[in-house]
């Protein structure tokens, strides 16, 4: 069984039905099963727009790159992708093959 490494790129202020994306996307990969899941947040980045959000004293508004990291079979997390996009809309994910050590 191939072990797949999902990563979703998103905004840190984003919402799904009142929530955040984030925590939407947290929600349903442990509802669905998902080995394990992470989130990690950026003090700076970019998206496809070129604007960079960053975490400085004179910036006031905070809209950080937070990243969620879920690792389990590819087939499972395959399944959940249809879902994930309606949550993230035009968000990067990707996926990689990975060893579990």
Excluded: F
């Excluded at 989130?39 to 496809?48: A, K, N, P, V």
């Excluded at 960079?52 to 809209?63: E, M, R």
């Excluded at 879920?70 to 992708?81: G, H, P, T, Y």
Aim: aromatic residues 4%.
């Amino acid at each position: 069984m191939q072990s797949a490494l999902l990563r979703i790129y998103l905004k840190q202020n984003a919402t799904y039905h009142g929530k955040s994306v984030h925590e939407a996307v947290l929600e349903l990969l442990r509802d669905s099963g998902i080995g394990g899941a992470t989130l990690l947040r950026g003090i700076e980045g970019y998206g496809e727009d070129g604007k960079i959000h960053t975490l400085k004293i004179l910036n006031l508004s905070y809209d950080l790159p937070v990243v969620v990291e879920a690792v389990d079979s590819e087939e499972k997390i395959r399944a959940l992708v249809p879902k994930l996009r309606e949550i993230v809309g035009k968000e990067l994910m990707t996926m990689q093959t990975v060893e579990i050590l």
